[in-house]
Structure formats: C-alpha cells, structure tokens
C-alpha cells in the first residue's frame, strides 16, 4: 500500500506516466502506449463475456441442469464486470489529466484494482465449482483463501494470475478427461488451455510482445467458449423440437 501511495502522488504530469504509473498499473494493463488498445480488447472481451451471460442463461429453458448454468452464467457474468472495470481503468489512465490525479487516490486505485481481482477469482471459482463438487466448507474456506491472495495479488499481480492459471488448468483438465464425448467439449477444453495459456504468459511476461500476446490469446480463448455455448445452445434446440417432433 506504501509502494502505490508513493507512486500515485507523482501521477500529476502525463508526459512521464510511464515512469510515474504504479508498477501495479503497468503490469495489469500493459504499457503506457498500449492503454488504448488495452482499453479496446477488453471491452471487446466484456462484449463476447456478456454474450456468454445470455447464452448459458437462455440454454436453462433447454436443459434439467439449471442449476450448473446457473452458476455457469453468475460466473461469467463476474468475470465481464472485472474486464469492465479493468477497461475503463485502462481508458482512464489513456486520458489522462491532471485533474484525473487530483480525484485518483491511492485508495480508489487500491479499490478499482481489489475489485477487479476478486470478481475474476470469484468468477473463475464458480465455473469451477460446476464441475467439481463443493461442501459448504470447501466453498467458505476457498473464498477465505481468494480473498487472502486477492489482497496480495493488488502488490503482486503475479499472484492473481497464478491462481488463475491454476484454476484454469484444473478446469482445462476436467474438459480434456471428456473430450472424447462430442465436439462441444472438445470446443470448450480449447477455449480453457488457450485461456491458461494466457495466464501462464501474464506470469513470466518482461516484455510488451509477451503482453499482447497475453492478451491475444485471452481473447480468443473466451470466443472459442462463446461458439462452445452457442452450440451447446443449437444442441439443446435441437433436442426439444426432435423431443415434440419424434
């Protein structure tokens, strides 16, 4: 907390954000010269999440597991309000003023980036909830240890995207057990290892390229779950009309 007061005291003139920004901004949306871009991918990725929102709650109407969608689409709908907040943390620090700095507090941006990692780890947690069952105990617990490493990942964005990496390949690997079933869940282990992929990037990334590609990645990781729940979706449609049309 020291570390970020110290540095968003200097964030008065935006010629020298670069060197002013806290690394913890840096390392959460990329280079100075890329918050616009940054800003962009990740309201492209609010877009294509929330769509994953309406696609997972419409297949309810379809399927006896409402409850696994249920949890599916609060989880998604955590994670696309976590890109939100990180986008227009992303546009806020592009435009830049001084009169920005002067309502920018530490604690607001110690807030904007708390939030951020929360509602992701939730997010994530829930769909992995879905597939792997949970105790009331389990899930008190885990949420305890979320919030721990939330509150360390705002100094060390490391560690957000360590867990996520984790939670990601644990997901990746429930998918690839059943990819053999169909090409839904063939679809939807793609979309996981690219996703871990991403994460995996983020943790070692020291150059800017490693960034974009992160960033990349993460994107077409969570269109290639998108096309899975639109199938998914056809699927179910298709299921009912053969259901009343035998």
């Known amino acids: 907390m020291q570390h970020l007061e110290t540095s968003c005291i200097s964030l008065k003139n935006h010629s020298q954000a670069s ?3 806290p690394d913890i901004i840096s390392t959460l949306i990329g280079p100075e010269w890329f918050y616009r871009e940054t800003s962009l991918i990740d309201f492209i990725t609010v877009v294509v999440v929330i ?5 997972s709650g419409s297949y309810r109407t379809y399927t006896t597991k409402q409850k696994r969608y249920t949890f599916f689409q609060t989880g998604f709908l955590l994670i696309a309000l976590a890109y939100l907040l990180k986008a227009g943390l992303s546009l ?8 920005t700095a002067s309502w920018l507090t530490p604690e607001i941006l110690f807030s904007f980036i708390f939030i951020h990692h929360l509602l992701l780890l939730t997010g994530f947690y829930l769909l992995y909830a879905i597939y792997n069952k949970q105790t009331p105990r389990d899930i008190i617990w885990i949420l305890s240890l979320l919030s721990i490493i939330t509150w360390m990942s705002v100094q060390r964005v490391a560690a957000l995207h360590t867990t996520l990496f984790v939670l990601l390949a644990l997901l990746t690997s429930t998918f690839i057990a059943q990819r053999r079933k169909n090409a839904i869940t063939r679809l939807l282990a793609a979309g ?3 996703l871990s992929s991403s994460q995996l990037i983020f943790i070692f990334k ?3 390229a490693l960034y974009i590609i ?4 993460q994107l077409i990781g969570y269109l290639l779950l998108l096309i899975a729940l639109i199938k998914i979706r056809i699927h179910g449609k298709k299921k009912i009309t053969n259901r ?3």
């Open 244 to 246: 009343h049309h035998p």
């Open 206 to 208: 020291h150059h800017t």
């Open 214 to 217: 992160a960033e990349a990645l």
């Open 19 to 21: 060197k002013n920004v």
């Open 192 to 194: 996981f290892v690219t």
């Open 51 to 55: 769509a994953s929102v309406f696609m």
């Open 92 to 99: 806020l620090m592009y435009m830049y003023t001084e009169q």
